[in-house]
């Protein structure tokens, strides 16, 4: 993973419950640097579309690593399942595969080997406009 300028994690259990705190904090983030909406939602829509799948998730906790530079907007989730990989790898004609929503999602979608299993990075590209420190 690159050099990150800002970056929130956050660790919850892996049950649906908890999706929805990982997603206002996309959101609050989302908020804070004034992206639009279509941002937002993209940013939480492929967020969703892995945290939705419990077949990728392993571990008693998934970590979201949200991080921000100076022309984009990144997501590190894990540790997720070696089923990801192939899955992202595979392309179905009759179905949208994962890879084709995410990659309509953000412009960036890599599975890197790390603690625990496979963590997966996300990236969009967005114009940032800092906040002023208050």
Known sequence: MSVQEHAITLSIPPERPFHGVARLVVGGLAARLDLSYEDLEDLQLALASVLERDSYLTGSHVTVRLYVKPESVGMVIGPLEPRLRSDLESEGEDEISLRRLLS???????????????????????????????
């Open 104 to 134: 309509t999602l953000v412009e960036t979608v890599d599975v890197e080997p790390g603690d625990g299993g496979d963590w997966l990075s996300l990236e969009k590209r967005v114009p940032i406009k800092h906040p002023t420190r208050r």
